[in-house]
């Protein structure tokens, strides 16, 4: 099992950027596909981008292609999304999450999850 950590949400105004930080643990790394999802209020989870498990296949929601980028640094164990041009409606708690599938696909399917960081975006 892998242990997931995010870190980097907070409150920016529409238009700014963020970037969140997953820190990884337990399992080797590079066995996992790792992907972003997120809740917002009375709302279900939704994907928001992946990541093959050597980083080189990347898939995006259409609601964030364009403005978020997902990476991942397989030495440091760590998976990144850097969320720029950011929205009233990317106000959500953003999840971490892996898959031991190799399959980068998009879905809400995931193995392991983090806690989850808030990201709210004021007007």
């Known amino acids: 099992q892998v242990q997931l950590v995010e870190s980097g949400g907070g409150l920016v105004q529409a238009g700014g950027s963020l970037r969140l930080s997953c820190a990884a643990s337990?399992?080797?790394?590079?066995?996992?596909?790792m992907g972003w999802l997120r809740q917002a209020p009375g709302k279900e989870r939704e994907f928001v981008a992946s990541i093959s498990r050597g980083g080189s296949s990347t898939n995006y929601a259409d609601s964030v292609k364009g403005r978020f980028t997902i990476s991942r640094d397989n030495v440091k164990n760590t998976m990144f999304l850097q969320m720029n041009d950011l929205k009233l409606e990317d106000t959500a708690v953003y999840y971490c999450a892996a898959r031991s599938s190799s399959a980068n696909i998009a879905t809400t399917q995931w193995d392991s999850w983090g806690q989850g960081t808030q990201v709210t975006v004021s007007s």
């Open positions: 337990g399992r080797t790394f590079t066995t996992y596909t």
